[in-house]
């Protein structure tokens, strides 16, 4: 199999990405993950309330957690369901497979390095020197790889945003965010 070959699941992918919205496996990967360490806190809360209250404790521990799930991942979703997805022509630094750890680093067409530490692409290789499609979400100060393809004369239309993708970026963009500011 040629190296320049994109997979089945990176083209469904990459169909999705450049209309300028997620596939619905990588919005909940996006949204889901960070509640990962939230059960870290959860379940050790539970089992200290029922061991010192028992099934009352274990009662009021199970309503709260699930109530903090529910407002934390309704809160996550939603935010992931506006956030603009932003598509580049980037050129691979090294040669990489997603089996190898590591992060994957591209240079931008202002010549400046792009470090992705998290990807949700499946199968996903890169080879040194060559550009690729890039479509990626920025999640706070992180870039999330969401597809990329070979940028090759051939198909070079075929993976470029549609004028969705254009209109989507800009109304998503210029929306408001809610909530208190971040401190920068």
């Not at 990588?26 to 309330?49: C, D, E, G, K, Y």
């Not at 691979?92 to 994957?104: E, I, M, N, W, Y």
Request: with cysteine; charged share 25%.
């Amino acid at each position: 199999m040629n190296d320049l070959t994109i997979d089945p699941e990176m083209r469904r992918r990459l169909s999705e990405n450049r209309e300028g919205s997620l596939t619905s496996d990588q919005w909940l990967s996006l949204s889901l993950a960070p509640l990962t360490a939230l059960m870290f806190v959860l379940v050790p809360a539970v089992l200290m309330l029922t061991m010192r209250f028992r099934m009352v404790g274990f009662a009021v521990a199970m309503v709260g957690a699930l109530g903090l799930l529910l407002v934390f991942g309704t809160q996550r979703l939603a935010q992931y369901a506006r956030l603009p997805v932003c598509y580049e022509v980037m050129t691979a630094v090294t040669d990489l497979t997603s089996a190898g750890r590591g992060t994957f680093d591209f240079v931008d067409e202002r010549d400046e390095v792009v470090r992705f530490v998290r990807h949700l692409t499946p199968g996903l290789t890169t080879r040194k020197g060559l550009p690729y499609h890039v479509y990626y979400v920025t999640d706070g100060r992180t870039r999330v790889l969401l597809s990329l393809a070979p940028y090759t004369e051939g198909e070079t239309r075929t993976w470029e945003p549609t004028a969705v993708f254009k209109a989507r970026y800009e109304r998503r963009v210029q929306e408001k965010p809610k909530g208190k500011p971040k401190r920068g």
